[in-house]
Each structure stands twice: as structure tokens, then as C-alpha cells.
């Protein structure tokens, strides 16, 4: 499956930004979706999966309260809505595709297929 992802840019601190990610699959609801992001110099880092159905989510520690996936099936679309957003979010985001199960949600290396990544931006 490919995906597509979009929506990144550049954002003052307490901004707003709205991720999506399309995939080319009209299999994709066989698959947990997640965002994953990276910064200079850093490790990939885990943000949010989203299961199958869209009926659970679960989020990194760092982007609880803030952040908010959801996914629409009928679209192949996965989103990712960014509120607050801090200097220390800056990095580039993925969305990825995984055929694991729900309790692999959170590493990297059970997801079988990633977009190219769009760039997020946060001045404070």
C-alpha cells in the first residue's frame, strides 16, 4: 500500500495544524494506522496508532490532550489534528501501516509500509 501524507507547515507555538494521509489501498481498514515523527539529530519516536475501526486510539505521553487521530475508511484517509502545538513538536511526521496486532502499536518496526513524511514547523 502506499500512502500519502500532507498537511504539514510552519506554525507559532499554540497554533494548529491538521495532518492527513491517504492511502492507495482499498484494503486500508485491514490496517492499524499510526503517525510517527522525527526530529534533528533524534530517533524516530512513536505518536498515535489508530486501530482498525477507528474505535481505539492511543497516544504518546508527550501529545496526550493535544493531539487527535481519526480515520474514515470510505476515504482510505487517515487524520491527524494537532492543537497547542510546541517548539519541541517540530519534526517530520509519518504515517505508517501495520498488519500487527493492536499490542505492537507502538514500534516502529511492526509497521509494514510508511508514507514519505511532511515536515511540521513551531516557532515559539
Known amino acids: 500500500v502506499q500512502l500519502q501524507a500532507s498537511g504539514g507547515g510552519a506554525v507559532q507555538a499554540g497554533g494548529s495544524l491538521r495532518l492527513s494521509c491517504a492511502a492507495s489501498?482499498?484494503?486500508?481498514?485491514?490496517?492499524?494506522m499510526g503517525w510517527f515523527r522525527q526530529a534533528p539529530g533524534k530517533e524516530r519516536e512513536f505518536v498515535v496508532a489508530?486501530?482498525?475501526?477507528?474505535?481505539?486510539?492511543a497516544y504518546a505521553n508527550s501529545v496526550n490532550g493535544r493531539f487527535s487521530a481519526s480515520r474514515d475508511n470510505a476515504k482510505n484517509t487517515v487524520y491527524l489534528q494537532m492543537n497547542s502545538l510546541k517548539p519541541e513538536d517540530t519534526a517530520v511526521y509519518y504515517c505508517?501501516?501495520?498488519?500487527?496486532?493492536?499490542?505492537?502499536?507502538?514500534?516502529?518496526?511492526?509497521?509494514?509500509?510508511w508514507g514519505q513524511g511532511t515536515q511540521v514547523t513551531v516557532s515559539s
Open positions: 505508517a501501516a501495520s498488519t500487527a496486532v493492536w499490542g505492537s502499536r507502538e514500534q516502529a518496526r511492526h509497521y509494514n509500509y
Open positions: 489508530i486501530s482498525r475501526n477507528g474505535g481505539s486510539t
Open positions: 489501498e482499498r484494503t486500508y481498514s485491514r490496517y492499524i
